[in-house]
């Protein structure tokens, strides 16, 4: 997985992550491994998701029933996902400019 993600990284980022500060790699590998657990967990979890009101309950966009406590379960990981990611973009973006100053 460690290895994975730091490859992603690199991909992303456009440049190799030895070129940067110990603790901006540290911090861009560990933001990553948050940022693709909590949307594979939602992947997972809900596979037909969004969850909406429906009829005496709630149902996914395939029509599987679910419960109140599935719906409430389903709105947290929501709204962690669209708190993490654009705070995780933004973080990445700063520590990608974090480059290890040459002696």
């Not at 940022?35 to 979890?45: L, S």
């Not at 969850?51 to 990981?77: L, N, P």
């Amino acid at each position: 997985m460690f290895l994975i993600s730091t490859q992603v990284v690199q991909w992303a980022m456009g440049t190799k992550l030895n070129e940067l500060e110990p603790w901006a790699r540290i911090g861009l590998v560990v933001l990553s491994i948050v940022m693709i657990a909590i949307f594979f967990y939602g992947v997972i979890m809900w596979p037909d998701a969004p969850i909406k009101e429906c009829g005496a309950g709630y149902c996914g966009k395939h029509s599987q029933a679910y419960t109140v406590a599935d719906y409430r379960s389903f709105k947290r990981w929501e709204t962690a996902l669209f708190t993490v990611w654009p705070i995780g973009i933004v973080a990445s973006l700063y520590l990608r400019t974090r480059k290890r100053k040459v002696s």
